[in-house]
C-alpha cells in the first residue's frame, strides 16, 4: 500500500500511498486511457520533487482508437516495468500513464533530472523497434498531475462508482434487480439545498436525511434516493444528472450506497 523513497542516507523517507486507478476521456478529440495514483493528491505538489520526466513510446499496432492491442499489450507492460523500476529504485515517483493517438507515456516526478534519461536508453536499446522520446521540465505545483492527468469531476465519480460495483459484485449481488440506491450531497447555503431538492424530487427522488454540518465549506448536507437497478450505466447516468443539478446550486457529490440483491 505505501512505497518508500529514499535520495540521501540522513533523510527521512517519504511514504507514498498506492491508490491507483483508470479511467477513460479524450486528449486533444483522440479516444485516451489514463492511469493514475490518486493518492498523491493528498500530499502534492511536494517541494522536493519538482522535475518532471517525461517518457513516451509510439505503439507498432495500435487499435482503431489508438490504444494497445491485446497482443502487444504485455510488451508495453514489460517496458513500463522497466522504466518505471529504474526510475523508482533512484528516487523518482510514478504518478501515472497515458495511452492514447498511438503512443504510450509514463509521468514521474523527482528531485533532479540525474541520469534517468541515461536509464531510460539503456532500457530501450532491448527494445530496438520501438520509438521513444524523453523529456524534463520544471514543474514545481504538479501541473501535470493535477490539470492533465487528474480526472475532473464526472471522471472521478464514474471511478468510484466503479469501484462500489467491483464491490457489489464479489458479494454475489446481482445488478439487474432494482432497489432503494441512496445519494449523498453536500451544499454551500441551506436554501440552495432546498432549491436541489425541488429539482431532485420531480426526477423520482426522495428525501432521507437533511443535516448540519459543523465543519468544511459545504455545512449543508442531503441524502436523497429513489428505486432503480444497479447496472453501470444506470448508476453512472443517475450520478452524473446528480451532479450536474447540483453544481447549478453550488453543490457536490458525495457518494451512493445501496443494499445488496441477489
Sequence with gaps: MFKKFFNKKTEKALEVKQDWASYFCNVDSKPASVRLNLALHEIAPIESYSHR?????????????????????????????????????????????????????????????????????????????????????????WYDYFNFLYPEEY??????????????????????????????????????????????????????????????KYNYQLNIAKVSDATRNTINDNVWQLITLAKEDHGSYDGWGCPISK
Design 155 to 216: 471522471e472521478y465519480q464514474t471511478i468510484q462508482n466503479q469501484r462500489i460495483l467491483i464491490n457489489l459484485e464479489k458479494e454475489g449481488d446481482n445488478p439487474e434487480i432494482e432497489r432503494l440506491i441512496d445519494h449523498w450531497l453536500i451544499f454551500e447555503k441551506e436554501d440552495a439545498r432546498e432549491k436541489y431538492i425541488s429539482k431532485i424530487e420531480r426526477l423520482g427522488y426522495k428525501v432521507l436525511s437533511k443535516n448540519n454540518l459543523s465543519e468544511g
Design 53 to 141: 520526466v517525461w517518457f513516451s513510446i509510439k505503439l507498432l499496432n495500435p487499435d482503431e482508437n489508438g490504444l494497445t492491442t491485446r497482443e502487444e499489450f504485455p510488451i508495453i507492460c514489460n517496458i513500463e516495468d522497466e522504466v518505471s523500476g529504474a526510475l523508482e529504485k533512484t528516487g523518482a515517483i510514478a504518478v501515472g500513464a497515458l495511452k492514447t493517438d498511438g503512443t504510450f507515456d509514463l509521468y514521474f516526478y523527482t528531485k533532479s533530472v540525474g541520469n534517468y534519461i541515461s536509464s531510460i536508453q539503456s532500457i530501450m536499446s532491448n527494445y530496438p523497434d520501438y520509438q521513444f522520446a524523453t523529456e524534463t521540465k520544471i514543474d514545481k505545483e
